[in-house]
């Protein structure tokens, strides 16, 4: 667990999830502690437990996927992996997470794949929110700039329209009362 743990990039780790596929076996150290120094980080533990509650051999196969045998101990006993399906549990429970029995037929992977996508969607759902952006500044200011100009420009000279005497006079005539 503290392996994974120390594998996450703080920075850019916005959702952390450790998925733990174990018999859940513990040979070395204190594996609740370690769930609880995860969960204290916000880390969700997922664990799927393999193998028997009863015990059973743990296979070696070679490069093509055939048995070769089972693995012995130091002294040829065959060695018995235990399913600790308590331990497991417990993992789950400390950091929220939850505990799934493996099957062959596979199901625990889509139950995984239901819990996760749950956990993305309320997650995202927890952290959405809308920031508009705001566009009108530029079509604000290049309307401002647009009119400075247009009062600093100077009123253009208009062409003097010239009528002839004949003109004026007609034009004269139509306002004059009849």
Same mark, same amino acid.
């Given at each position: 667990?503290?392996?994974?743990?120390?594998?996450?990039?703080?920075?850019?780790?916005?959702? =952390? %999830?450790?998925?733990?596929?174990?018999?859940?076996?513990?040979?070395? @150290?204190?594996?609740?502690?370690?769930?609880?120094? +995860?969960?204290?980080?916000?880390?969700?533990? !997922?664990? %799927?437990?393999?193998?028997?509650?009863?015990? &059973?051999?743990?296979?070696?196969?070679?490069?093509?996927?055939?048995?070769?045998? !089972?693995? =012995?101990?130091?002294?040829?006993?065959?060695?018995? @992996?235990?399913?600790? &399906? *308590?331990?497991?549990?417990?993992? +789950?429970?400390? *950091?929220?997470?939850? !505990?799934? #029995?493996?099957?062959?037929?596979?199901?625990? %992977?889509?139950?995984? +794949?239901?819990?996760?996508?749950?956990?993305?969607?309320?997650?995202?759902? @927890? #952290? $959405?929110?809308?920031?508009?952006?705001?566009? $009108?500044?530029?079509?604000?200011?290049? +309307? %401002?700039?647009?009119?400075?100009?247009? &009062?600093?420009?100077?009123? #253009?000279?208009?062409? =003097?329209?010239?009528?002839?005497?004949?003109?004026?006079? @007609?034009?004269? #005539?139509?306002?004059?009362? *009849?």
């Amino acid at each position: 667990i503290q392996v994974a743990v120390n594998g996450f990039n703080e920075e850019r780790a916005t959702q =952390k %999830v450790i998925i733990m596929l174990t018999d859940g076996e513990n040979h070395r @150290s204190d594996v609740l502690s370690a769930a609880q120094a +995860a969960a204290d980080q916000g880390i969700i533990i !997922y664990t %799927v437990g393999f193998g028997s509650p009863d015990g &059973e051999p743990i296979p070696q196969y070679d490069h093509l996927g055939n048995l070769i045998e !089972y693995k =012995k101990d130091s002294s040829g006993q065959t060695v018995l @992996s235990r399913l600790d &399906e *308590t331990t497991l549990q417990e993992i +789950a429970a400390i *950091t929220n997470g939850a !505990y799934l #029995r493996a099957a062959p037929n596979g199901r625990e %992977v889509d139950l995984l +794949a239901d819990e996760i996508g749950r956990l993305q969607t309320s997650e995202l759902e @927890s #952290r $959405f929110e809308t920031r508009g952006i705001e566009r $009108f500044q530029w079509f604000l200011g290049i +309307a %401002v700039v647009a009119l400075i100009i247009y &009062e600093l420009i100077p009123d #253009r000279a208009r062409p =003097k329209v010239v009528r002839t005497e004949a003109e004026v006079v @007609s034009s004269d #005539r139509a306002k004059q009362p *009849t």
